[in-house]
């Protein structure tokens, strides 16, 4: 597989999940120490007890709030424009300040840390400070392991982008050695697209055929057989699912069908190949029928590639 391929594939998954930022806590100031009065005599040493941790008061929280969705939505947009570095700066900003307005509203603001936090990782790899996105990446998937299992609909979409970054990372990092780690993070991002397209399929499946696809590919590269071909089966799984409930998304089917018919004859499953370049086949010549003229070359091709391979 050429290897330009991959980063355009990446970032094109990248701004179609949306992906948003993220920081460290960016803290309120602390309150101003009082000056201590002049002892008119020594007096012996007394332990203090650590002062008591302050929320931020309702001035301050308008304040945060504020400055967090100004610079949210201010990243957001410098991300768009591929302004990396100052998207990254906004988004660690914006983080800081919702880590603080959290303590005040425990529900509303952590899944807006969280989307800063995908954000700043994102920024950071596309600027090229992979050490950095690597450690704000392993920090965000550690934040998001507890609330995505209580709350899988808010959390697990961040889940599934911080595994896509981080394999990414990985892979940026080291390509001749992150076969595993880079597998590992894929497939917990297809663990978690799948497991939101449960029940949002046509909203979730498209991302998880995104990834299934990059899947296959990394498979390809590292030459992992077996997974690939696992991945394959998946992806053409999730593409029926899709057909089926879009029926847009049929020929997409029929590419699907064909594109795994040849590699299970490139790895030698040839019964498997030939049934599903058939059923791709049938696929066109329905959409033929229903549509005249609008795929009769796509037809031509598919049969003409069953032709070639069947004995």
Same mark, same amino acid.
């Given at each position: 597989?050429?290897?330009? $391929?991959?980063?355009? $594939? ?8 949306g992906l948003m930022l993220g920081a460290p806590p960016a803290g309120l100031a602390a309150p101003a120490k009082k000056k201590a009065a002049p002892a008119a005599a020594p007096a012996p040493a ?22 967090? #969705? ?6 957001? #947009? ?41 954000? #700043? ?25 507890a609330p995505a299992k209580r709350d899988p609909a808010t959390y697990l979409p961040f889940l599934a982008q911080t595994n896509q970054e981080l394999a990414e990372t990985v892979y940026a990092l ?11 993070y894929r497939q917990a991002a297809v663990a978690a697209y799948a497991a939101l397209s449960r029940t949002a399929p046509a909203e979730y499946l498209p991302p998880l055929l995104g990834e299934l ?7 390809? #590269? ?22 089926? $409930? ?58 003409? $590639? ?6």
């Open positions: 597989m050429p290897s330009s $391929i991959r980063p355009i $594939i990446r970032l094109s998954l990248v701004l179609m999940l007394a332990e203090t007890a650590p002062a008591p941790e302050t929320e931020p008061d309702e001035g301050e929280a308008l304040i945060d709030l504020e400055s967090a #969705e100004t610079s949210r939505q201010r990243a957001k #947009e410098l991300y768009e424009r591929q302004q990396y570095p100052t998207a990254a700066e906004l988004a660690h900003l914006a983080a800081g300040h919702y880590e603080q307005l959290a303590k005040i509203d425990p529900d509303r603001f952590p899944p807006l840390q969280m989307e800063c936090l995908a954000l #700043e990782t994102a920024s950071l790899r596309q600027a090229g400070e992979l050490d950095s996105a690597y450690r704000t990446g392993l920090n965000l998937l550690e934040k998001l392991k080291n390509p001749e050695s992150s076969a595993r780690p880079v597998l590992a696809s990059i899947l296959v590919l990394d498979c390809q #590269e590292f030459n992992l057989d077996e997974e690939r071909f696992t991945a394959m089966g998946e992806l053409l799984a999730a593409s029926r699912r899709l057909a089926g $409930i879009v029926p847009g998304e049929r020929p997409a089917l029929a590419r699907n069908l064909i594109e795994y018919g040849e590699n299970m004859f490139l790895m030698g499953r040839t019964e498997p190949g030939l049934a599903a370049m058939r059923e791709g086949v049938d696929v066109y010549r329905e959409l033929e029928r229903a549509h005249p003229g609008a795929y009769g070359k796509a037809l031509q091709e598919a049969e003409f $590639i069953l032709g070639s391979h069947q004995p």
